[in-house]
């Protein structure tokens, strides 16, 4: 059930991370700088096939960047014009699941910004709780629950071995400012953009909080009802963490939640165990609809 690949094929631990130095091995590549940065989780990386990019990175090329080990995240950083603008993309993201820290999973973010990037945008796949997120529904996430209870800005979730981690220092300053001003932790304004996006393009979004647990394993339904009760619509693997990064750097975020399926226990029709290529074929059916609400979002932040 669980969508990492198998044991044996489990990340090895990312060398330490320097933004600058990640930042000279980019550039190598590429001059753009993106305005926009985004995320394609599960199966959404088909999203950038068809896009002529101007440069394309495995992400195991760049010094600190963990790699994914889950079918439907290819593990490349692409450059080039989306809908006619400068963007930056993860095809494929690292999980907390696959034994990386948060401090580790959020390090491409810090590259983004980096890059320099305005705007961070996300996307996944998530399983539907509310009654409102039937599959094939994009929410527009309004705030989330955390229940992976890990954030980068936490002493302790920096690299092992840097020293600097039991400081509480990273390598691109302190990592863990206290007392975040930064509430509502999903921008408004891009919030905003987007669900103008998606009228424009025609597309039915809801919007939504996000519960999101550290899988691998897919919830029970009693954790499904856990999560309804603390206020749930949907729920995810993934993203807490990079919302927390982009926040604790100043960047505003914004996250599009494919549903692709009922949250365990949601859909007594549905008994058969949940499994990750449930969740791929899900994401291929609302790709089209995606497509044009990212193309229009990018216009509107670019
Ligand atoms: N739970 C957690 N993550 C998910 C789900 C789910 O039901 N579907 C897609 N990603």
New binding site residues.
Partial sequence: MTPAKTASSRSHRPAPFHPDEALQVVRRRTTLVPKVALVLG?GVGVLAEGVAWEATLPTEEIPGLPRSTVPGHSGRLLFGRWAGRSVVVAQGRAHLYEGYSAEEVTRVVRLFAALGARSLVLTN???GISSRMTPGTLMLVEDQLNLQWQAPGRPGQGSPGDPRAAQGMGPSGPTNPRGLASRPVYSPDLLAKATRAAVNAGVHVERGILGV?L?PS??TPAEVAMLERMGADA???STAAEVAAANEIGLPVACISCV??W??GKNPAYTAR?KHDD?TTGVAAVAPALRSVIERLILALA
């Fill in positions: 599960s796949a998530a399983g647990t899988g897919y919830e729920v995810c693997m692709t399926n949250a365990a949940l969740v």
